[in-house]
Structure formats: C-alpha cells, structure tokens
C-alpha cells in the first residue's frame, strides 16, 4: 500500500467527496477493509458503521453470501446489455422479488441506483396518465420534508427549500404539500391531512401521482410520522384518479421494523396500504454494489402495454446488470433465511433505552426512534473538530447532517455495539455547539 499521507494528498487534490468542497474538506480517513459492522481504516481505527455506509450495509459488510454470488457470477458473465438480452440471474432475481415484494407488485424495471429508481417511477406515473389520453396530467405532488435523490428529476420530488435549492433552475416544477406533523408514536390526527387534499384538489387535473417515503422521511429530516397518513392518502389518490407512489429505498428491508414502511398502515382488513409504484434499492444487493428497482401493479404495466406509445420509455446502460442481479439473489436469501424483525425489533428496544433519556441534554431538541433508525436533534450541531474526536475516542463511525446526529447500523450489530452507538451520540449531543460550518458533516 501507498504512503498513507500521500494517498490523502492526492485524494484532497483531485477527488471529490459528496457534499463536500474539493480541497477544503479532505477525507477523514483512508477505508482499508471492512467486515460485518466494522470499517478498518489504514491509520489503525476498527469503526462501528453506525450508519450502515448510508443505510445500504444491511447484513454487514464484505457479507460472505453475496460476495460469493458476485465471484461465481463474474467467472460467467460480468455485463450484458439488458436490450434484446435476458439472462438467467435477471430472471432468478425478478422471482424472488415477485414473492418478497408486497402482492400485486410485480412488474419489475431494474435501474442501477435509488435516484434513478425515482426517475423512472415519475415517468411511468406521467406515461400511465399519457396512456389513458390524459397528457395534461405530467406533474406529481410530494411532501415537505422529503427527500428521492441527486438526480435532476429525483431533485425536483425532494423538499423544495432543502439541499437541491441551487438548482431549481434545471428542476421541473411540481406540487408540494406540508410534511406530516404527527408523529408515529402519536394517535392519528386526521387533521394532519389537510395541506395534501387542499394541494391535490387545487391541481387534480394536472397531477399524475403522489410520491411519498412512507412513515420516515430520511435524508431532509430524519423524521417519523404517523401511517394513518398512507391510508388517508391511498383514498384520496383512488377517488382523484392519481396513482400513489412510495420510495421505499430507505424504509424498506425491515428498517422501520416490518418488511415495509407501508407495513406499518393497515386496512381494515388487516391488509397493508400498496401504493400503484414503489421504488426499492440500497439494501436490495446488501450494500454490495448498486442496483435499484422501480415495480409496478398489473393495472400501470398493462394500461402502459395496451396504450399507442407500449414501450416504457427508459433504459439504463447498467440495468440487470448480472454481477448486481446476483447480489440481489444473495440478499433476498439472506433476508428470507433470518428472522430481520425480530433483530430489528431487538435494536428498536435497545436504542429506545439508551437515547430517550438524551431528551434531558441542555442542546437536544428532539429524540426519534423506529426500527434500526434512531435520531437525536439537537437545537445547534457542535464543530466538526470535536465530532471527530469522538468518532475517534469512542471507535463509531457517525455522519450527522444539519443537526442531526443519528444511526442505522446494520441488521446485525450486538447490543453491545448499539450501546457504543448511542454513547457516542451522547458525546456528540454534550459538545458545544460550533459556528455553522460547510464541511461533510453538515451537509
């Protein structure tokens, strides 16, 4: 291995990181290796990844099973294109998601990340719409608060006022309505679904969907709210004509604590709340290597197919790519072969007991815990300086952003490891808050 210094030197000279300026904020640390929760760095460090490398590690890192499945894979066929072309490991995994995802789900379009997932979904909604001689009906409504990806179509579904408003210029303009206010630990309000009719009734003849991350909004805000608003929403878009679409790339995998964020909002019947399209991806290859997909109900697909223009319009160079089919395969057998809710629920309890009592801090403002998701707010972030002293001292690997300091390590970490979590969350949450700052921690 090279210098480590000189490593780094190149790195702040010439790449950039995400969210961060090219030179101003230079890596942290240099990743040797990784295994199950843990990240070596080069200098010596063993770091929880409390943050499961943004949400995707779920059954750890450098996971036996799946990087197994990409070896095999890789001796027989790294990459072919998805245009003319099938192949057995696209084919075994579009299986094996038909019986994993929610019933009646189950026209699979592969994409090769979560933004990209998104972009196809707002497509489809607005080509359905096209299909059924309604073209006036291209733009979506989402809520406040939310947050669908980088990309420039994903961007424009995200909250309007958050990280993308530089580039409202290249973004479509769409609809948006005021984040639900009530909580998921919080009786239903009814009350708190008042912004969403009043923008859909305003707008109904030009709406094609609704998109929304059930139960968590993740990267604007970190916030959890009530499932009563995915019922009161299916209702609406059923009696509007308007599909329903969930992005459920970081709810989804057992990380609120069912299968689904949708899981959580249950009909009458017992039956969860389905939306017409759903985005899926980061836990999806375990985090191994990027893959997303966008599915969609019978109804969509066959008003697509029979309609003048039946060919969805997109088509990724890397979609179905079969190194990534193959870490699908890998991950989905993981997730039917462990019981992920149990273990799920067991790290809900844990960071239950260990963050609630953070609300006493002097700087906290909020406490918020669902599944593997756990988050402290706090009124005014400390500097960057003393978060990586503690990422040092304590040996976690955390990136809050804004002020929030949270965790969603992997399905597998120990309670021991969920207590070193949430003592580091304590050190962050007792420092003194610092001067805002641009750099990666406060992106």
Not at 126 to 138: K, M
């Amino acid at each position: 291995m090279k210098n480590l210094d000189s490593l780094l030197a190149f790195d702040a000279e010439h790449l950039w990181h995400p969210y961060a300026a090219l030179k101003n904020t230079p890596a942290r640390f240099l990743a040797k290796s990784a295994q199950g929760t843990r990240i070596e760095t080069a200098d010596g460090l063993n770091l929880i990844d409390a943050v499961s490398s943004w949400w995707c590690v779920a059954h750890g890192h450098n996971c036996p099973e799946i990087t197994e499945a990409i070896r095999k894979q890789s001796e027989k066929l790294s990459h072919v294109m998805f245009g003319g072309f099938t192949h057995e490991p696209a084919i075994e995994l579009g299986e094996k998601l038909v019986k994993f995802l929610p019933k009646g789900l189950n026209k699979i379009f592969y994409a090769d990340s979560g933004s990209i997932a998104v972009e196809c979904a707002a497509k489809m909604a607005v080509q359905y719409q096209y299909a059924l001689g309604r073209p006036e009906r291209c733009k979506l409504v989402a809520l406040k608060g939310g947050y669908h990806g980088d990309t420039a179509g994903a961007m424009a579904l995200s909250d309007p006022d958050g990280m993308h408003t530089l580039f409202r210029g290249i973004m479509p303009h769409h609809y948006f309505a005021e984040r639900p206010n009530c909580r998921a630990d919080e009786p239903w309000n009814d009350a708190d679904f008042a912004s969403m009719e009043a923008v859909v009734n305003e707008h109904e003849k030009e709406i094609a969907a609704v998109i929304c991350e059930p139960v968590f909004q993740g990267g604007n805000g970190m916030w959890l709210y009530n499932a009563g608003y995915l019922k009161r929403l299916r209702k609406l878009c059923d009696e509007k004509g308007i599909l329903l679409i969930f992005d459920e790339i970081a709810a989804g995998f057992y990380r609120t604590g069912p299968k689904w964020g949708m899981d959580h909002a249950k009909l009458e019947n017992g039956e969860s709340v389905l939306p017409d399209i759903m985005t899926i991806g980061k836990a999806l290859t375990g985090g191994h290597i990027t893959m997303a997909a966008c599915v969609a109900s019978e109804m969509v697909a066959d008003t697509i197919t029979n309609s003048k223009i039946s060919a969805f319009m997109h088509g990724p160079t890397y979609m179905a790519n079969p190194l990534a089919c193959a870490a699908g395969i890998a991950s989905l057998n993981l997730f039917e072969s462990r019981d992920y809710a149990k273990n799920v629920a067991r790290i809900e309890s844990r960071l239950r007991a260990n963050l609630e009592p953070l609300r006493n801090l002097e700087n906290a403002a909020d406490v918020r815990v669902l599944g593997a998701i756990g988050c402290l707010e706090l009124k005014a972030i400390p500097t960057s300086e003393d978060i990586l002293k503690v990422i040092r001292e304590t040996g976690v690997w955390l990136r809050p952003f804004c002020n929030y300091v949270y965790t969603m390590p992997p399905l597998i970490t120990s309670d021991a490891e969920i207590d070193q979590i949430c003592e580091a969350i304590k050190l962050i949450g007792q420092c003194e808050p610092g001067p805002v700052s641009d750099d990666e921690f406060h992106e």
